[in-house]
């Protein structure tokens, strides 16, 4: 039992948190200044950073301003590009990381196998063959980590390297090589510049194109870091102009406001008409749906890289993978050294294959089989005291997730909060409130760009987009304070003791 600063007995509740990627850092961090001392935070590999450790691929950044893509109590004056390259951001959560004494802590090497809930309790076991309990478990499991191999006849067949990019080979040279890359997305837009530079021939296999907003990504001097060191105001006024740019104007245009989005097609033509000099090139770049519909790319190397000599874009569709490279539907077979497979993730699986079964031993898979379907993205009925991170509905297309996981663990602390208080042992979430969120998420998706006819990870497999479809003030707003009307609420008779908390940020009786 510990005091809370009125003198009130709370109780400390044991947590577990899977992941130790950006959320999962950033959960244990809030929950330790809240007080919360039993935190377990668990990781299957033997690094933090979670997409950013697992993404190396060259040209590796984030497209959202490195300002902006930074936790609000840890800014970093010390960004050299306006868009952060993949290594510096891992760099920074490893800061995190240590600064905050998260990193000795963490469970490395230690995969969760199971989650299974009863009375109040989570049973966590481990690859490990560690048996954990829990009052709540939080996954922090990410979303686009779960990379899709594509469906091709044939590519068990290919005699060459072949990979994909969220899983890069680099012993595998591609200088002077004959290199094939799969997709056209975020990912390739990024892979492509870096790999044409190398290659004897580049060949793209787009299968739709899109459309890309020409901000580039220019390298922030020593002098200007020093400037922003110094200056906080400066650092805070240039995260704001972010935020305002990425919330009234990227996010609005892709949610229904009709001058924005007029504003981004307007930017995205006219970036394509003036960048692609070839009539036959540009029109093959040309995408048939509205701006937004797939995530917007943000831009200036790709359309260059198409240009190059060296670089081939393949648009006739793929018919099979064979021994020595691609054969498309014009009967060529384009020869290759090595295959880059640039083909997205599944969105949908969260923390699976992971064996989560909540009450009545209801599994996660079982939960999901309709649809994957989460009360304000993070509750699913049936597994109480539960909370997924950045679930579905959660992102804003382009919008940074870091600021949207803040959001979500100020929501996770107030629930928490509750729990301490003794006002419950048991929350789990009621199935109408989820009918009534989803039927609130489906009102909203009539006005996005994201049903404007195209195919995107966006979708799930009814074609429902898995985004929040308002605004980001309405998430701050909606998601900021927990609704109990909207959850079963239990005590059970005799009371669980947990751990004591740790002596230092709250004081222990
Ligand atoms: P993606 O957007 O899902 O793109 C996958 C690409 O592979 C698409 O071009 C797709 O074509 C193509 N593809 C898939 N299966 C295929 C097949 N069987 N045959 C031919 N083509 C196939 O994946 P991604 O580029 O990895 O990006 C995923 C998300 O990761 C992004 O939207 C973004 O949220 C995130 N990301 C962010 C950044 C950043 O800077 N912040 C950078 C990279 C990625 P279709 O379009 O025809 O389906």
Avoid at 493 to 499: D, E, P
Wanted: net charge positive; hydrophobic share 35%; with cysteine.
């Amino acid at each position: 039992m510990i005091k809370s600063n009125d003198g009130e007995r709370l109780r400390n509740p044991s947590v577990v948190i899977i992941g130790a990627g950006m959320t999962g850092l950033l959960l244990t961090i809030k929950l330790r200044e809240a007080g919360i001392t039993d935190v377990t935070l668990l990781e299957k590999t033997d690094r933090l950073g979670g997409t950013w450790r697992e993404n190396t691929y060259p040209g590796v950044a984030c497209d959202i301003p490195a300002h902006m893509y930074t936790y609000s109590f840890e800014s970093n004056p010390g960004w050299k590009h306006r868009f952060a390259h993949g290594n510096e951001i891992q760099a920074y959560f490893e800061r995190v990381g240590r600064k905050y004494g998260v990193t000795n802590s963490i469970r490395f090497n230690e995969a969760v196998t199971s989650c299974t809930y009863a009375r109040g309790q989570w049973t966590i076991e481990t690859s490990k063959q560690q048996t954990l309990t829990a009052d709540f478990v939080i996954n922090c499991t990410g979303i686009l980590h779960h990379p899709t191999k594509p469906d091709i006849k044939g590519i068990e067949r290919f005699q060459g390297a072949m990979f994909h990019t969220a899983q890069w080979d680099h012993s595998v040279p591609l200088e002077g090589k004959r290199v094939g890359i799969i997709g056209t997305g975020s990912t390739a837009a990024q892979v492509i510049p870096e790999v044409a530079k190398q290659a004897q021939k580049l060949s793209v296999f787009q299968r739709t194109p899109q459309w890309i907003i020409p901000l580039g990504n220019k390298k922030i001097s020593e002098k200007q870091r020093e400037s922003l060191r110094k200056n906080p105001n400066k650092l805070r006024r240039l995260r704001l102009a972010y935020e305002w740019g990425l919330s009234q104007l990227l996010t609005k245009a892709v949610t229904g406001a009709k001058l924005q989005n007029a504003l981004f097609n307007f930017i995205c033509k006219r970036n394509l008409a003036l960048s692609i000099k070839d009539p036959v090139l540009r029109k093959k770049l040309t995408p048939d749906y509205k701006v937004g519909c797939k995530r917007i790319i943000i831009n200036t190397t790709f359309y260059p890289a198409m240009q190059r000599d060296n670089v081939d874009l393949v648009t006739d569709g793929i018919v099979e993978i064979t021994e020595k490279g691609i054969k498309t539907a014009d009967g060529k077979e384009h020869e290759l050294d090595a295959l880059v497979l640039s083909t997205g993730f599944d969105p949908t699986a969260y923390m699976r294959p992971m064996n989560m079964v909540g009450k009545n031993d209801l599994h996660i898979n079982t939960a999901w089989q309709d649809k994957v379907q989460n009360y304000r993205s993070m509750c699913t009925p049936g597994f109480p005291n539960n909370f997924l991170m950045l679930g579905p509905n959660t992102p804003i297309g382009n919008y940074s997730v870091i600021a949207m996981s803040e959001v979500q663990c100020g929501y996770i602390l107030k629930v928490l909060e509750q729990w301490r208080a003794g006002d419950f042992d048991e929350i789990d979430v009621k199935p109408s409130a989820v009918s009534q969120f989803a039927d609130y998420m489906r009102a909203g998706m009539k006005n996005t760009v994201w049903v404007g006819g195209c195919q995107s990870w966006y979708l799930d497999k009814d074609g429902d987009p898995i985004l929040w479809p308002y605004s980001w003030a309405r998430w701050e707003q909606e998601m900021a304070q927990p609704d109990y009307e909207d959850f079963n609420l239990q005590s059970f008779a005799a009371q669980k003791t947990s751990a004591p908390a740790e002596a230092g940020v709250c004081e222990t009786l």
